[in-house]
């Protein structure tokens, strides 16, 4: 890396003030750079936050920037970029339950796209036919169903009557094969 | 234990799902539960033990309590998952009971004061000694036994010192900054601006070098700089003096330079010759040599050499035998140079003195090509002195002709000669590349046409393809069309079109520049790009204003009505 990256540009311009997410987001595609806008005084709240998710650092968040209609606007207006790459699979893991479910086509056109994986994908829109296809292997399988439990925490296996018996069933012979997966995403 | 791993993993992870389970799901697979903890090994223990602890459950505890009798050297993975006085009675008392069998028991037992031997100290025995310690404890260890342990503490493991012993910069400076850190700071603070001040100078030190001087000079001075600057710098200790010098200089600037030599001379990251040269001369910048001077007495001996190592090390190292006299002199004329050029040359030549391997020597040679990049005859100079085999290091040239050229180019700009000498020697189109890249506007086509062909051609590639890449969707030929037209199909060009999509966002920055030196043809080239280099262009102004009277994109022509191009 080099002085004048641009992911360097775009942080010290989020430190000096920049608002604008777009005009930063080249500083969400470096975890450490999404760190320091995650953590330095002076940032948007909302950089900040973006940038907490980016760095892989959700402990950062409170539960009210967590449920917060402008992060999740954010966000949403995100997917269907490139910035979104290092923020949408930390997101997956405290985005409020069913958060991605207005977004899904979004959120499938990011897995088409490479800019999402596929369990954070449906792990956002939650336990569906339209989230359920886009599990193929079975650690894919059991990260987006441990989130699924996470939502209903009551009742973790709610989940599995949201889907069709076919794909019920797939989901969990593909998990039946693979003793650790399986165990990732008890109960 | 004889289970296959997968098998151990399993319940491992099993368990840990059930940990974070509501106590209404854990109760409802309460068989289910009894199994997986009747099934736990030894290797489980941090999850049975974040299970018992979450849960309360008698049964996981004593199941805890089971393993570690069974076998105790795993006694730290139980710390690590919970903090002593959140474990069970019974599964301390297992613990002190086995310190005379057990080092890794005897650790926590020395932790806690009920031991006043300590175990052997290695990796595994620091881990649960600083899991477990009392402040009493490590506040009556002697200076001497804190060092020994903390040059055990792994960085994956320091945030267990800070949740025992609070926010010692010591630990924060070797912590791995993720949630498991940001909950333990949490343990100490419960203001998120205070978190956030605490966890910074973290953020700081692992961000690239090169980063550093910018990224703290462009914060408000920290509040308290001593320990901002030791963790930024990961430095294990702070001198008096240079605690003193922090303290009468309490700026953002003066904490930028102090944390980047900290770094840089501690060769502490992973940070390259090339790259500590780069922070320095930014670090530096605009100081002057009394200052430089007044601070290099304050740091410790070993960050100072390796800003200003001694000379007779280096000319011994470096020299060739028949021109110790010429490099002494060109170290003379080094220190004469403002300190943002002395000091990274300095640090460069050292690194390269230090570097055992034909690529750590090209590296540091780099480096020192960076930082004397405005001062090509210094340069020369040195490179002239250097012993052979560093010579082929710093500017290899195959014959005299080839030597000759690359000694002009060096006057002028010593980085550029460097990669230009390597991307020769090696044939080597990606190093040529890096050359052009740093290279001037105004030398790029001298330094072009001093490639040989095969580099030439390589560097843009499959041309077809490159157009593929930076046009709009069928949009290829009219790109061509267009360059053709504007009577620039030349050099320049192509390789800025080459860099508009090169992986490194750098590049990519440069070839917009390049381009936007051009910004009629440019503006021209706008509408039949691709939205990403469309949008990287337009961002410059110049680019943006020439584009401003043109028409919108058009759509592409139907491909039957599309002349097949030739």
């Known amino acids: ?187 | 234990m004889s289970a296959p791993i997968s098998d151990v993993r399993a319940t491992g992870d099993a368990l840990d799902a059930y940990a974070g389970a509501s106590p209404v799901a854990r109760e409802r697979h309460a068989a289910t539960l009894s199994t997986l903890i009747r099934c736990a090994n030894q290797y489980d223990l941090a999850a049975l033990t974040r299970l018992a602890a979450a849960s309360h459950m008698d049964t996981a505890w004593n199941a805890v309590a089971h393993l570690l009798c069974t076998d105790s050297r795993c006694a730290d993975h139980v710390l690590a998952a919970t903090p002593w006085d959140d474990l069970r009675e019974n599964v301390r008392e297992t613990i002190l009971l086995a310190a005379n069998n057990s080092d890794m028991c005897a650790a926590i037992a020395f932790a806690r004061g009920v031991r006043s031997d300590p175990s052997p100290i290695t990796e595994e025995t620091a881990r649960a000694f600083f899991a477990a310690v009392i402040p009493a404890v490590w506040d009556a260890l002697t200076e001497e036994e804190r060092r020994t342990w903390l040059s055990h503490l792994a960085g994956p493991h320091a945030y267990l010192a800070v949740r025992s012993l609070g926010l010692d910069p010591r630990f924060l400076a070797r912590a791995h900054l993720n949630n498991d850190l940001v909950s333990t700071v949490r343990r100490h603070l419960h203001d998120d601006a205070a978190v956030q001040r605490t966890l910074l100078p973290i953020a700081v030190r692992d961000a690239p070098i090169v980063a550093v001087p910018a990224i703290v000079a462009a914060l408000p001075p920290p509040s308290d700089p001593i320990p901002f600057t030791q963790i930024a710098g990961h430095m294990p200790e702070m001198p008096p003096a240079l605690r003193d010098w922090i303290t009468e200089h309490p700026t953002a600037q003066a904490a930028a330079t102090v944390a980047t030599v900290l770094r840089a001379a501690m060769r502490s990251g992973g940070d390259d010759a090339a790259a500590r040269c780069a922070a320095l001369a930014e670090a530096f910048a605009g100081w002057t040599t009394e200052k430089a001077a007044t601070f290099l007495a304050t740091l410790p001996d070993s960050a100072r050499v390796a800003l200003h190592p001694n000379a007779d090390a280096l000319a011994n190292a470096l020299a060739h035998p028949n021109q110790r006299n010429a490099f002494r002199q060109a170290l003379d004329a080094l220190t004469a140079l403002p300190p943002s050029a002395a000091l990274s040359s300095f640090h460069a030549l050292d690194a390269l003195a230090e570097a055992f391997t034909s690529f750590d020597q090209q590296n540091a040679s780099e480096g020192l090509a960076q930082a004397l990049r405005n001062h090509g005859n210094c340069f020369l100079a040195l490179v002239d002195a250097l012993s052979d085999a560093h010579q082929m290091e710093a500017l290899p040239a195959r014959n005299d002709e080839t030597h000759a050229s690359l000694r002009a180019i060096a006057a002028a700009d010593p980085l550029v000669a460097h990669r230009l000498a390597h991307a020769l020697r090696d044939g080597d189109a990606a190093v040529a590349l890096d050359a052009l890249a740093a290279a001037s506007f105004d030398t790029l086509t001298r330094i072009w046409n001093f490639l040989p062909e095969t580099i030439q051609h390589v560097i843009p590639g499959d041309r077809d393809a490159l157009l593929r890449a930076v046009a709009a969707p069928e949009r290829a030929n009219d790109v061509a069309q267009a360059l053709r037209n504007g009577n620039v199909d030349d050099a320049p060009s192509w390789l800025a079109l080459r860099l508009l999509i090169d992986a490194d966002e750098g590049r990519r920055a440069r070839g917009v520049m390049l381009l936007a030196r051009r910004p009629d043809l440019t503006a021209t080239l706008l509408p039949l790009l691709r939205n990403n280099v469309r949008a990287a262009l337009e961002s410059v102004p110049a680019i943006a204003v020439a584009g401003a009277d043109l028409p919108p994109p058009h759509p592409a022509p139907a491909p039957a009505q599309r002349r097949r191009r030739r």
Request: hydrophobic letters at 50%; aromatic letters at 6%; proline letters at 7%.
């Open chain 1, 1 to 187: 890396m080099s002085s004048d990256s641009p992911a360097l540009a775009a942080t010290l311009r989020a430190m000096y003030g920049e608002a604008d997410m777009h005009a930063v987001s080249s500083a969400f595609g470096d975890l450490c750079f999404a760190q320091v806008l995650a953590l330095a005084p002076a940032i948007a709240p909302l950089i900040g936050a973006l940038g907490a998710l980016a760095g892989e650092l959700p402990g950062l968040l409170s539960p009210g920037e967590r449920t917060s209609p402008v992060l999740s606007a954010a966000i949403a207006s995100l997917i269907r970029t490139n910035t979104v790459q290092r923020i949408l699979p930390t997101w997956a893991t405290v985005a409020p339950a069913g958060w991605g479910a207005a977004h899904t086509a979004a959120l499938i056109d990011a897995v088409q796209h490479d800019r999402c994986s596929c369990w954070a994908a449906a792990a956002l829109i939650g336990p569906c036919d339209a989230s359920a296809p886009l599990l193929r292997t079975a650690r894919e399988i059991a990260r987006a169903i441990r989130r699924w439990g996470q939502t209903t925490p009551d009742d973790p296996t709610a989940w599995m009557d949201d889907l069709r018996s076919t794909e019920q069933k797939r989901l969990l012979s593909a998990l039946k094969s693979e003793p650790y997966f399986a165990a990732v995403c008890l109960p």
